[in-house]
T-cell receptor, first 113, second 114 residues
Framework: AQSVTQLGSHVSVSEGALVLLRCNYS??????LFWYVQYPNQGLQLLLK??????LVKGINGFEAEFKKSETSFHLTKPSAHMSDAAEYFC???????????FGSGTRLSIRP | DSGVTQTPKHLITATGQRVTLRCSPR?????VYWYQQSLDQGLQFLIQ???????AKGNILERFSAQQFPDLHSELNLSSLELGDSALYFC?????????????FGPGTRLLVL
């Protein structure tokens, strides 16, 4: 069965510090992987996606994620946090078709001044 | 602004009632996806329509149904509402039918069942 685990429901970092949001998946075959961001009172916005091309994926707003098959991980990073990065982040796994869309439980990112 | 519109923004109703949520996709997008976001269940995929036809089903209850019309807007019908149906309902649109495409999310409809 396919599942997604986001470690840490809440992550807090200082402005300028490294952001690391963790996502692990379980799937019998390599899935497609997405990271979305949700700002307060808004819908989700795609940050980046992995679709079996390059394992290091660059997204918007300076975020990137690396697909590691051996670790079944797709962690999201950003070298230097900005206050505007405060939001909820969701990892999403899709297996070939929309019927297999699974979202993680989300990680709330807080940025300390 | 994603280009996806959802109405109404907020909806308050009572248990046992029926409501209809509406979604207009981005111009040119043929797929519409519906999602439910609640505190206890998180974000769940409900159903996908592509060019008027149901394409994929997720965790959609039998009390819920959806359709996509010839002009490509979609409606999600929720009936026999229960307290636990209170949630944020999002729709998203995409150009075609594959689940791996970039989806563009609307702002959501917040449903409160009293």
């Amino acid at each position: 069965a396919q599942s997604v685990t986001q470690l840490g429901s809440h992550v807090s970092v200082s402005e300028g510090a490294l952001v690391l949001l963790r996502c692990n998946y379980s799937s019998s075959v390599p899935p497609y992987l997405f990271w979305y961001v949700q700002y307060p009172n808004q819908g989700l916005q795609l940050l980046l996606k992995y679709t079996s091309a390059a394992t290091l994926v660059k997204g918007i707003n300076g975020f990137e994620a690396e697909f590691k098959k051996s670790e079944t991980s797709f962690h999201l990073t950003k070298p230097s946090a900005h206050m505007s990065d405060a939001a909820e982040y969701f990892c999403d796994v899709v297996r070939s078709s929309a019927s297999k869309i699974i979202f993680g439980s989300g990680t709330r990112l807080s940025i300390r001044p | 602004d994603s280009g996806v519109t959802q109405t109404p923004k907020h909806l308050i109703t009572a248990t046992g009632q029926r409501v209809t949520l509406r979604c207009s996709p981005r111009s040119g997008d043929l797929s519409v996806y519906w999602y439910q976001q609640s505190l206890d269940q998180g974000l769940q995929f409900l159903i996908q329509y592509y060019n008027g036809e149901e394409r994929a089903k997720g965790n959609i209850l039998e009390r819920f149904s959806a359709q996509q019309f010839p002009d490509l807007h979609s409606e999600l019908n929720l009936s026999s509402l229960e307290l636990g149906d209170s949630a944020l309902y999002f729709c998203a649109s995409a150009p075609s039918s594959g689940g791996v495409e970039t989806q563009y999310f609307g702002p959501g409809t917040r449903l409160l069942v009293l």
